[in-house]
């Protein structure tokens, strides 16, 4: 009997391996088409609380450690920075925040941070990757996105991905993206309802392309959608 880690067929191959095999195959096929007909050049925003990952996160998507991150009390990132690196042939600007959900944020600091994002965005697509951890929610990620909405106007959630962090917490406890989207709190659910379900999940402590991959797809998918 065959299963997903069995063997397929006369081959004697993994199932697994023949899933990864075209996976791979279809991210290759969709960068290229994606050279064809894709401004190749975007901005990828990160926000979210302090100590969620938005930083790691950044180093991941860019394949080196750009941003300074570490274990902390007090915020690592206290001013808007920028990366910019090739992922597939896209040029991609990596903008990392400072926590800008602070309900005891100075309104000239929060005032001062938020121009600055959109002054780093410059004129290209722009993606928001709403960082959140896996496996903490908090009362102040309740009302993120009317936070969001209020620092980048209401069409904001139309460019929003939510990017989950400490997936390894969801690895060790045998969940899939999947399941834990299902089965979340209701405050959390809500969120994801808002930017029309579009989440990755990254482990910042094992970075992979193919994590990065994933999360390029989503942006290109979405800024062609929101192009036609």
């Given at each position: 009997?065959?299963?997903?880690?069995?063997?397929?067929?006369?081959?004697?191959?993994?199932?697994?391996?023949?899933?990864?095999?075209?996976?791979?195959?279809?991210l290759f096929l969709f960068?290229?088409?994606?050279?064809?007909?894709?401004d190749t050049k975007v901005?990828?925003?990160?926000?979210?609380?302090?100590?969620?990952?938005?930083?790691?996160?950044?180093?991941?998507?860019?394949?080196?450690?750009?941003?300074?991150?570490?274990?902390?009390?007090?915020?690592?990132?206290?001013?808007?920075?920028?990366?910019?690196?090739?992922?597939?042939?896209?040029?991609?600007?990596?903008?990392?925040?400072?926590?800008?959900?602070?309900?005891?944020?100075?309104?000239?600091?929060?005032?001062?941070?938020?121009?600055?994002?959109?002054?780093?965005?410059?004129?290209?697509?722009?993606?928001?990757?709403?960082?959140?951890?896996?496996?903490?929610?908090?009362?102040?990620?309740?009302?993120?996105?009317?936070?969001?909405?209020?620092?980048?106007?209401?069409?904001?959630?139309?460019?929003?991905?939510?990017?989950?962090?400490?997936?390894?917490?969801?690895?060790?406890?045998?969940?899939?993206?999947?399941?834990?989207?299902?089965?979340?709190?209701?405050?959390?659910?809500?969120?994801?309802?808002?930017?029309?379900?579009?989440c990755v999940v990254f482990?910042?402590?094992?970075?992979?392309?193919?994590?990065?991959?994933?999360?390029?797809?989503?942006?290109?998918?979405?800024?062609?959608?929101?192009?036609?």
């Amino acid at each position: 009997m065959n299963n997903h880690f069995g063997n397929s067929g006369n081959e004697g191959k993994p199932i697994w391996k023949e899933y990864l095999f075209l996976f791979h195959c279809h991210l290759f096929l969709f960068f290229i088409d994606t050279e064809n007909h894709f401004d190749t050049k975007v901005n990828l925003v990160l926000l979210g609380m302090t100590g969620t990952g938005k930083s790691a996160s950044g180093n991941t998507i860019l394949g080196k450690k750009f941003f300074k991150c570490k274990p902390s009390t007090k915020p690592v990132t206290t001013e808007c920075q920028r990366a910019e690196s090739k992922i597939n042939g896209i040029h991609v600007r990596v903008i990392d925040n400072p926590d800008i959900f602070d309900d005891d944020i100075n309104p000239r600091v929060w005032d001062t941070h938020v121009k600055k994002c959109k002054q780093l965005c410059e004129s290209e697509p722009c993606v928001y990757l709403l960082v959140m951890q896996a496996s903490r929610f908090t009362d102040g990620e309740r009302n993120i996105i009317e936070k969001l909405e209020k620092a980048f106007a209401s069409k904001v959630r139309k460019q929003t991905i939510i990017l989950f962090t400490r997936g390894d917490d969801l690895h060790c406890a045998n969940i899939k993206l999947e399941d834990f989207l299902h089965s979340c709190q209701p405050g959390l659910k809500e969120i994801i309802q808002k930017c029309d379900n579009r989440c990755v999940v990254f482990e910042n402590s094992r970075p992979t392309s193919h994590q990065v991959a994933i999360l390029m797809e989503k942006v290109i998918r979405m800024i062609q959608e929101q192009q036609q």
